[in-house]
């Protein structure tokens, strides 16, 4: 079993800033890609930023230069680090990783989610 646990979110008014993190534990032999994804009220849920293994990240277009992904691997962790915000960065916000497995299985796990508010 794989366990996804997130802290940091909270509220916060519109310029300020956010720091997300998401701690894996279990039975891990390998994190791959590890991301966060959000889901506002009446919205689909939307994939923010991803992170590989090796360091690559991705952003969506819309927290490019506001958001930015890290991982620290000795300690099976994501950050993300949530600047400028805005309103419209309101949402459920979801850690999410593609684990390997001690039983050599690959499957994607996700957070419970931690609440992001931000007012205006």
């Known amino acids: 079993q794989v366990q996804l646990v997130e802290s940091g979110g909270g509220l916060v008014q519109a310029g300020g800033s956010l720091r997300l993190s998401c701690e894996a534990s279990?039975?891990?032999?390998?994190?791959?890609?590890m991301g966060w994804s959000r889901q506002a009220p009446g919205e689909q849920r939307e994939l923010v930023a991803s992170i590989t293994n090796g360091g690559n990240t991705n952003y969506a277009d819309s927290v490019k230069g506001r958001f930015t992904i890290s991982r620290d691997n000795a300690k099976n962790t994501v950050y993300l680090q949530m600047n400028s915000l805005k309103p419209e960065d309101t949402a459920v916000y979801y850690c999410?990783?593609?684990?390997?497995?001690?039983?050599?299985?690959?499957?994607?796990?996700w957070g419970q989610g931690t609440q992001v508010t931000v007012s205006s």
């Open positions: 999410l990783a593609e684990v390997t497995t001690t039983t050599r299985a690959t499957a994607l796990y």
């Open positions: 279990g039975s891990i032999f390998r994190l791959n890609f």
